[in-house]
């Protein structure tokens, strides 16, 4: 038997194996683990040269493909991390995580925050509960949660990572990742939304919000803005993002930039001072949004 057909007979036969099992969702390999074994093969391959006992260089083709099976494995269907990169692969089964909560007129105010990266995310207000939405993911993990007191409530969706590390992906045509958020019109609304990598849109339009804070690196998106209560706050920090915001027409700004390497639309702004630009009538008006705008390599309109 050639000593090249019997190792990849084996790897196929074994890499073969490891995907039936993982269509028939029984396994779950810890693929940090695996990865770090990958000195092995070296050490066997190094094995192979030394030793000239038949029955041992078989023994050792048969573990080494075995391993590299494994790894290869590992790579395709799970995430695993290489010092403080941590890679996906976008052929992971879809999961999903839902939050519901009904609505009760005593919450007078409601927080959201997001953290959201790698799809498609949208956010709107058509539901009767207070919160009703999910998140269908393949790359990365979610978790949904929330804490509700007397008059307040406060909702998260989280990404679960092991440790701080820098997410990066392998992703095919189709978005891996998908939210889609109802939120109810009554309460007053604070919301803080961090997407990376990630298309997005935002139907704020019905909806009553004191503060609203959007962190975007590498992404497009689109904000619809409602009527703001005295002064609003708008957060925007932008990195490589395009974002579209679309304010009430008789609604007054004042729009606080420091932008770098990006264009900023402030058509229809005074220039106040030199990052400072407002809407004629600002003064005079009680309720109005200021928008602080920090933004790098980035394009953002105002409409």
Excluded at 118 to 142: C, P
Aim: aromatic share 12%.
């Amino acid at each position: 038997m050639k000593t090249n057909n019997f190792f990849w007979g084996i790897f196929l036969t074994v890499l073969g194996i490891l995907f039936l099992i993982d269509n028939l969702s029984i396994l779950n390999i810890d693929a940090d683990f695996l990865l770090n074994l990958w000195p092995l093969i070296l050490i066997f391959v190094g094995l192979k040269l030394i030793i000239k006992n038949q029955i041992l260089t078989n023994l050792i083709l048969i573990i080494t493909s075995t391993l590299l099976a494994l790894i290869v494995y590992a790579f395709v269907f799970n995430p695993f991390s290489c010092g403080d990169v941590r890679i996906y692969r976008d052929m992971k089964k879809e999961k999903k995580e839902t939050i519901s909560h009904f609505y009760s007129p005593q919450i007078k105010d409601a927080k959201l925050n997001l953290s959201f990266s790698f799809g498609k995310m949208t956010i709107n207000s058509n539901t009767d509960k207070l919160i009703d939405g999910e998140v269908r993911y393949k790359a990365s993990e979610y978790n949904f949660d929330g804490e509700i007191s007397d008059t307040s409530a406060l909702f998260f969706l989280i990404q679960k990572e092991k440790g701080k590390s820098v997410a990066t992906i392998f992703q095919s045509r189709k978005k891996t990742n998908f939210l889609n958020l109802h939120l109810n019109q009554n309460p007053i609304w604070e919301i803080k939304v961090n997407a990376d990598i990630s298309d997005f849109d935002l139907d704020l339009s019905s909806l009553k919000s004191k503060e609203i804070k959007i962190e975007s690196n590498f992404s497009s998106g689109k904000i619809n803005i409602g009527k703001p209560i005295s002064e609003s706050r708008i957060y925007l920090d932008l990195n490589f993002t395009n974002l579209k915001i679309d304010l009430p027409d008789d609604v007054d700004v004042e729009v606080i930039t420091d932008k770098n390497f990006s264009n900023v639309d402030l058509i229809g702004l005074e220039q106040i001072e030199k990052n400072i630009y407002r809407s004629k009538n600002f003064d005079r008006t009680k309720d109005h949004f200021v928008i602080e705008l920090s933004s790098n390599f980035s394009s953002v309109s105002f409409h």
